[in-house]
């Protein structure tokens, strides 16, 4: 088999074994969580088998926006090499426009040379993340996992079916990382989040709209608030472009979300910048589990679950991509030490939702009051945009204070 190695380069990786004891874990999933958790699984000496439904490279719908701080995690597996090879767009400005129309530009800079904001196509980064845990070690198999294997109440593997097959995949622990529609936290929990903690979005590709270099567009306007628009530019005057929308408010509006994108695109702001021979394509919907939502159970007998599986996006901002590599760094972790301990129950594996607790509820929480301000008191976010934007060192010093990845140069 072709794959690349850390460098990037192609190299033959021999035919992997599955070990004689079955895996130490199954990961399901081989989005950004599940090949994070299966690189630092198989870095720490583990056996893992990594199983996806789909082939790769294949689409993920998503904004292709990597928040600040995932490239961090992702040199700290190892990756930087071939990360810095895929030469990913990088954002440099960040431009806000709110309900009342205001407008609000800042400029930054990552505190860490090389690790910013980038925009990457996920078809390609999760590609390379995929490609990366199978050079670690990990076994990659398409496979649709259907149900969990228990046996006195503990998880220790997975029903899945292969090349149309019924098959059963035994091993010491699950990782459920198998995104917002996630079979192993519906068979472990069997919970539907609440439609006022989900996003619908809709996401397309666009060609011949004027796109601002290096700027990634937020745009909150009244008919979709709390949710919002964005522009994220790839490049060669192409960008990512979309919306999310409360799932409450859209089934109570009973909008349909191509319409919904549709009015984005014919929006003044919009539709002033958009060439006549102007292009749309790669349209299609998808839900976010929002963090929001209480008493998410993330850790089990014999089971973790991370990324969107463990409903980890902001409730504000949407992004998932950076909270998925930090659970998938958190839950390896701990199944590695579980592992060494031959104890794999809920008592050792829960020390995992503790972790998580601690380095997502405060981010979680001024993003879910944010939401809030948004949907039901905006005012508020304009009056402190209005303060912001008369007093541009204000605001760069406030957002100075906030973010560990950036620094704030120019607000204007
Ligand atoms: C429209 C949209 C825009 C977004 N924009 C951004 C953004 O710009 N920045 C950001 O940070 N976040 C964004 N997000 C959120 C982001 O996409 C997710 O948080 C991120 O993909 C989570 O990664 P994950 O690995 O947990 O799950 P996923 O990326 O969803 O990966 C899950 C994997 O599991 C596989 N799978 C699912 N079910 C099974 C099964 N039964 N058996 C086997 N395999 C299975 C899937 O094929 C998939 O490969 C956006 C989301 C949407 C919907």
């Given amino acids: 088999m072709k794959n690349p190695n850390s460098a990037g380069n192609m190299v033959t990786v021999p035919a992997h074994q599955p070990p004689p004891g079955g895996y130490d874990c199954i ?5 950004p969580a599940g090949s994070a958790a299966a690189i630092a699984l198989c870095r720490a000496g583990r056996t893992v088998q990594l199983l996806d439904r789909q082939n790769f490279p294949r689409d993920k719908i998503c904004g292709d926006g990597i928040p600040p701080g995932s490239l961090e995690l992702l040199y700290e ?27 609000l530009k800042t400029r930054f800079r990552p ?196 990324g969107d599986a463990a409903a980890l996006i902001d409730p504000f901002s949407g992004e998932g991509i950076h909270n998925a590599l930090r659970s998938a760094k958190l839950a390896a972790g701990v199944i590695d030490q579980a592992l060494s301990r031959n104890d794999t129950s809920l008592r050792m594996l829960k020390q995992y939702e503790q972790l998580c607790r601690r380095a997502f509820n405060p981010v979680f929480r001024r993003s879910y009051w944010l939401q809030q301000c948004m949907h039901h008191s905006p005012f508020l976010i304009e009056g ?10 204000f605001l760069a010093a406030c957002a100075n204070r906030f973010s560990l990845d950036f620094h704030f140069e120019a607000a204007y």
């Fill in 27 to 31: 990961i399901v999933g081989a989005g």
């Fill in 111 to 306: 505190k860490k040379p090389g690790m910013g904001f980038f925009v990457a196509p996920r078809r390609d980064f999760d590609y390379l993340l995929q490609q990366q845990a199978i050079v670690a070690g990990a076994h990659f198999q398409q496979a649709q996992v259907k149900g969990l294997l228990r046996q006195n109440g503990q998880v220790c593997g997975v029903q899945a079916e292969i090349d149309g097959q019924a098959t059963t995949i035994s091993a010491r622990t699950v990782i459920g990382a198998d995104g917002c529609t996630s079979i192993v936290a519906r068979s472990l929990a069997g919970i539907k989040p609440a439609p006022r903690h989900r996003f619908l979005a809709i996401r397309g590709y666009i060609e011949g709209l004027e796109i601002f270099s290096h700027a990634a567009e937020f745009h909150w306007y009244p008919e979709i608030l709390p949710g919002y628009g964005w522009i994220f530019p790839l490049g060669n005057e192409r960008a990512n472009i979309g919306l999310a929308m409360r799932a409450d408010r859209l089934r109570r509006e009973r909008r349909k979300l191509p319409d919904l994108l549709n009015d984005f695109l014919q929006r003044p702001a919009i539709k002033a910048r958009m060439r006549n021979d102007a292009r749309l394509s790669g349209v299609a919907t998808w839900p976010l589990n929002l963090a929001s939502q209480q008493r998410v159970q993330r850790a089990y007998d014999g089971a973790l679950l991370i």
């Fill in 77 to 103: 597996l190892g990756l930087q090499a071939p990360l810095e090879k895929a030469g990913f767009y990088p954002v440099e400005q960040l431009h806000f426009s709110t309900p009342a129309g205001q407008l």
């Fill in 384 to 393: 402190l945009v209005y303060l912001l934007r008369k007093n541009p060192r």
